[in-house]
């Protein structure tokens, strides 16, 4: 977790985390074709993009700002081609082999209120156990993402 997270509580549907930060105007949350965070073996909360298209939210609640983004991506199947866009427009695309990556996007105009933020996944899904991200059965997973950030451009 980020810099100024604590974990308090696990629950039998989540986490709950006490937060010391300076207060933010912007922030990402994973929203479409996602899983809830699970913390994994390796210490590092994960979240499975579960369709080959992934939204993350960013909400900019602040001032029209330029940001760079970072997230921590594994490609848990074969290689395969990472591309972004947001709000529709094509920012960047990412050749993925079997690795631990991650990836920073070049600085971006946010408009005021809501920003889409989509990831697309050429490769192939690879079926996983559901049980960390609570579900029964098995899910067809394309990628695991962690540490999604904002990085603000001064």
Same mark, same amino acid.
């Given at each position: ?7 308090? @509580?696990?629950?039998s549907?989540?986490?709950?985390? @006490? ?5 933010? @105007?912007?922030?990402?949350l ?11 073996? @390796? ?9 080959? $298209?992934?939204d ?6 602040? +001032?029209? #700002?330029?940001? #760079?983004?970072?997230?921590? %991506?594994?490609?848990? +199947?074969?290689?395969?081609?990472l #591309?972004?866009s =947001? ?9 993925? $082999?079997?690795?631990i990556l991650? %990836?920073i996007?070049?600085? $971006?105009? =946010? ?6 933020? +989509?990831?697309?996944?050429d &490769?192939?899904?690879? +079926?996983?156990? &559901?049980?960390?991200?609570?579900s ?10 962690? #540490? ?7």
């Amino acid at each position: 977790m980020p810099a100024g997270y604590k974990l308090v @509580d696990k629950t039998s549907d989540g986490y709950i985390y @006490d937060v010391v930060a300076e207060p933010t @105007d912007v922030f990402p949350l994973y929203w479409r074709n996602f899983t809830a965070p699970s913390i994994l073996e @390796d210490g590092r909360a994960w979240v499975a993009m579960v369709g080959r $298209q992934g939204d993350i939210l960013l909400v900019n609640n602040g +001032s029209r #700002s330029s940001y #760079s983004f970072a997230v921590t %991506v594994l490609n848990p +199947s074969e290689p395969g081609s990472l #591309s972004f866009s =947001l709000n529709g427009r094509e920012l960047a695309s990412f050749a993925l $082999q079997s690795v631990i990556l991650r %990836v920073i996007l070049p600085p $971006q105009e =946010l408009k005021d209120g809501r920003n889409i933020l +989509s990831l697309h996944w050429d &490769g192939k899904p690879k +079926s996983i156990s &559901g049980k960390p991200f609570r579900s029964d059965k098995n899910l067809e997973t394309y990628l695991l993402l962690s #540490s999604p950030e904002l990085l603000e451009d001064r």
